[in-house]
Each structure stands twice: as C-alpha cells, then as structure tokens.
C-alpha cells in the first residue's frame, strides 16, 4: 500500500510509503484524494499528520510520469483538496521535501519538520517551474526575496532557515512523528495558505538583484527566466489566476527540448554503475593512501578526509610533505569555511603524512596522483606492490595513459584500477572510473562504492588514450583547430559555442587550463607515431613560443589586465599556417561542424567499448567537461547516438 491511514485517538495519521523517496506517483496522488475523502467523513477525526516512511518526505513529482501526458487526479486538484478540508492537515517533515513534496506540505495547514530536514523547489533544475502551487503558497509564507531564490534557484533551505522565514511552524524536539502528533492535538483552526496575503518583499532591490544573478548564471536554460516570471504572477495576480498561469507554464515547459534534456541527464547520471559487478561485496575501505601532494594529491586527500575516511599523503622529501599537508589543511579550512565540512578538527585528525610508503603498509586503497609520466608512476607501483598487503587497491589517476601498463608492473595486476578525479577534486562530481583488462571485480565493486560515497559521479571507461572525456575534448579541439584553418577566427569558434549554450569557447578552456598540457599530450602520441602528422601546426607554434594562455598573459588571447582580446599575432600566425582561401563560416556551420566531429568521435568510444552507452559520455561531458546540462536531450542524443 502506498498511502496508509491510522488512528492514533482522535488523530489520523497518512503515511505515504512509496520507496525510494516517496515520489508522488498517480497511485499517490488517488490514495491521497481517497483519504481526504475519509477523514473529511469521519467526524471523530481532529486531525490529520500527514507522514512519510523511509528516508524522506515527498521528494517530488514522479519525474519517471513527465513524460506521458498526466493522468487525474492532478496534483493542484489533490493540494486543493487537502486546503480545503475543514479537518486540519499537520505536515510531517524529514529528509529534502522537494518540488510537489514541498507543494504538498505547504497545501497541508500546519507544518513541522525534523531539524535536519531541508526543503525546496528544484523544478528549475528539470527544465521546469513549480507545477503545483509553490509559485503561489510559497510568497504567502516567506519574503518575495526568499522566494525567488528558492523557486528561481532550485536550491533547498534547511529546516533552521525554514522555521525562521516562517515556512514551517516549528522544528521537532524528539521523535518527529510525536511532535507532529502533539501539535495536531492542539486541533489548529484549518489555515489555508491560499487565504493568506503575500508576505512581500522585505527589499526590492535584493528580490531584483537575486533575480537577476540567477537569470545571468542561467546560460541559456530558459526555465530560470520563466520561474522568476511565475513567482511575480504568484506576488500579484489573484491566487485562482496564478495558479491557471503557472500550470500552463509547467505543462508547456514539461514537454520542451531542455527539460527533456534535464531529465535525460538526471537519470542518466544515476544509471552509470549499474553493474552485476557493482552488486559485489565491496572491500572494506577506511583507510587511504595518497602518493603525491600536489594540486590533485592533496585534493584526493581533501576530499577523502571530508568524507569520514583516513589519509595517509606520501611525498617524496619533508619539504614536499609539508607543502603537500599545508594544501590539504587550506583545503579543509576552506571548506570549513563554506559550510562544507563541519568537524574540522575531526577530519584533520584524521590525516598523517610520510616519506615512506611503509605508512601504506595498513592501507586499503592507495592513489597514485604523480607526474603524468609512464615511468614515473611504473615506479610507483613497484614501490607499493612491495609495501602494501596483499589485497590492497592499487588506483592510478592518470587522466590518459595507458592502465593496462601500469597494472602490469604489479605481482597481481587484478588490484589496480584507474580512478580519474577532475580538479579541483573536492568540487567537481566526475569520476571516470577506468577498468583494466585484468581488474577483479570486487575491485570494480569497491570503486563503484567509493565513488558514492565521495559524492561523485562514477562512469566506467575502458582503458584507451584519454578514456572519455579527454578522448571527446581532444576531437572538439582538433575541428576546431580545422575551423581555423578553413577561414575561421578563435572569437568567432568561441563566440558560436557560447551562443549555443557552452559555458565557454574551446579557445577560451584551452588558455584557462594551459595550452601546454594538450602539447605535452601530441608531443609524446607524435613519438609514439600516433598522429598523421597533418594536424594543424598553430597550437603547436603557439606553444614554441611559449604561449600558454592566461598564465603566460597570451595563448590564443591576448590578455590586457586579465581581459582576454582576439590576437594579432594569433591571427597572423594562423594566416601563415592557412593553405587555402578563408570559408565564409556562420556560426551554425561551427557549431554544426563541431558537434559532428564530437558525435563521430562519441560513436567511435561506443564501437570500441570504451563508453558503456552514449548516456554515460553525456554523463561525463557534463560533469567533467561544463558541457550544458540541458543539452542531454536531442543535442547530446542526436551527436552521442543514442
Ligand atoms: N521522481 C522519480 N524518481 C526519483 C525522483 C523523482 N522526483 N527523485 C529521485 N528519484 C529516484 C532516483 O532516480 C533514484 O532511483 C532514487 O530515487 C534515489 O535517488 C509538481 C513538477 C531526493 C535529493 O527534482 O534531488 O515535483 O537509481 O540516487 O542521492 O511542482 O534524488 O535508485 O532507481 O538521487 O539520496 C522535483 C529530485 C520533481 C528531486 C535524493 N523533485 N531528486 O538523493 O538519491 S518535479 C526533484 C533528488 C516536481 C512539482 C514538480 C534526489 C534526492 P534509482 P538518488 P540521493
């Protein structure tokens, strides 16, 4: 049974159970009209505590549904029932009470929450506005400043903030349940939000300015724009009309490119380790090593201890050690800082640094995050496969050398595995985790279970020269470099990327990460005999001359104050490097251009095994790459094959 109703005296209690976080189905939505219906008939009922079992209250709609046409009863048809019954209804909440969870408590009379709940609006986050009320409850319970935050910016509050901003009527000392109980046995008068005037705004000018941060950090997603319209719809239109207004809204936003492309990513990126051999008892993991102290080492190091595990940092002399443990504390002490971690004490006490891989000899896992150099990391794990038991992991996070040779230089080549981090490592949510031919599978368990509990987002990729998204990038660049030659400028490739919804240009990532790190790449496939050898010679040529972006103040830019401008001398170089006449290129001939060459380069990982689906290099070109979110539909789709 999905929704359960239960005495308790005079009070009814309904529990909605729908695992795994009680998302509003059409079977909830039915089992919560038929109970109104009940409790409205039965006058021995008081009132009414609607609850949630498991790990959360309504954390939404049912997003699997949005794409079928919605079936009554609707949920405003079933908020407004509960608003409207004469039996007040007392909202019990724990967990994140998300989009139509949220919708749902706020139609519901009272609300008291578990001090450690959190609550929001992610709609906007789908594509999407509120399709349920919250555009018009929400702005009769809190300030229009709030409001717009939350309902624009989709992110959740905590309970402590909801208390104060009047949201809820008070935080739960105890068990939730008993405390809900309580409340409803004080048999509250029915206050009907919808009844109740907006709140306002407290400043006006924080309400347009957060609306206008938020429209700005959009890039392209239409729904932040339309969100923001829809909550002053609920400040000003009488409640009836900005209820119609915003359910026409959501239905017309719920059947659009980009909220199909939103849902797409967010399922997509909760499918990538699905596995038999992720089933697997994983093996214990309390204890890490991490060799190399540098920006990732320590990163890796970071984030670990942020996430309750023990480190052990390897450097090579005292000085690096203490470098290395003085990145790991600034990274602490900045988390710290930004509500990140809050036992800080605690997760420092956790570290300990050494010289000697013997301090590995009780680790369970090690990372190697050394000079992307092949000898350099074969000697490292040499050095560990001696100082570390037997049934230790042994990871490398190079970004694109060869695992397969790495692991080889182990006694048992079945414990090392590829763990790619993005830097900065505590932040960004990609994992690509690389599985060598020989990797047993409690290994590829125990991986998949790290990743989840870092927090990160995990993508198998078979071992190849750049795995996934190094392989994608690499092919964005070279067409890119091809436009070049065939007529077009730098600006005008970025100009046209950014246009279509790219954060920024490939010219532009190139001089922010350093154009070296791509030369140092065709250098040694050059010695390998890996390239044609016809590739365009202006990155090269850059790079001679030292070049490397913003951090030598020119690379495809100049760069004036920090102001990146279109180059002369760039240009002139890529006048001599042209061996044709210039092709007149619009921007969707760019744009066309390159999202063929990255489609050609996504089914060729598909035929090779490397990428398990082209949703996992949508997965990876996201969340590794700053690819938009909203293209996971056709766009992605379309050039991913899928
Ligand atoms: N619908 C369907 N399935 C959902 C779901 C949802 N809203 N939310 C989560 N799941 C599934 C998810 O696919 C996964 O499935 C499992 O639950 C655990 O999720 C009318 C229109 C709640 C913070 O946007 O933010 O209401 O992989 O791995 O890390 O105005 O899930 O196990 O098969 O993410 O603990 C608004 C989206 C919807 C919230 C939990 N609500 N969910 O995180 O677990 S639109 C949202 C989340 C709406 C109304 C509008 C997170 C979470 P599986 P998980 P988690």
Redesign the pocket.
Known sequence: MTVTLQRHGAIAVVRIDNP??N??SHAVRQALMDAVAQTESDAKIGAVVLACAG??FV??????E?DAPPVEPH?PDVIAAIEAADTPWVAALH??A????L?IAMGCHYRIADPKARMG???V??G?????G?TVRLPRLVSADLAVAMVAGGKPITARAALDAGLVDALAEGDLLEAALAFAETRPEPRRTLDLPVVGKTDPEAFDKIAANLRRKARGQSSVAIAVEALERGLTLPPAEALAEERAT?LSL?TSDQARGLRHI??AE??TLADPRTKIEPRALTHIGVVGGGTMGAGIASLCLMRGLSVTLIERDDVSVEAGAERVRATLEGSANRGLLNDLDGAWARFQSATDYNALAEADLVIEAVFEDMSVKKEVFAGLDAATKPDAILATNTSYLDVNDIAACLKDPSRAIGLHFFSPAHIMKLLEIVLPDAVADDVVATAARLSKSLGKIGVFSGVCDGFIGNRIMSSYRSEADRLLLDGAWPSEVDAAMRTFGFPMGIFEMQDLAGLDIAWAMRKRRRAEGKLTGNESRIADRLCEEGRFGRKTNGGWYDYVDGRAQPSQHVAKVIDEERDAERMALSQDDIVSRILGALRREAEALLEEGIARSADDIDVVMVNGYGFPRWTGGPMFSAWSGS
Not at 59 to 64: C, H, I, N, Q, R
Not at 98 to 101: A, E, V
Request: no cysteine; charged share 20%; glycine share 18%.
């Open positions: 795994p976080v998302a509003v790990r959360t954390a939404g709609a049912d997003v699997k949005f949920l967990g994140t998300l989009g139509g969870g919708e609006l992610p709609e986050t789908l999407l506005v509120p399709g349920a919250g959501f719920k967010f399922f909760r499918a």
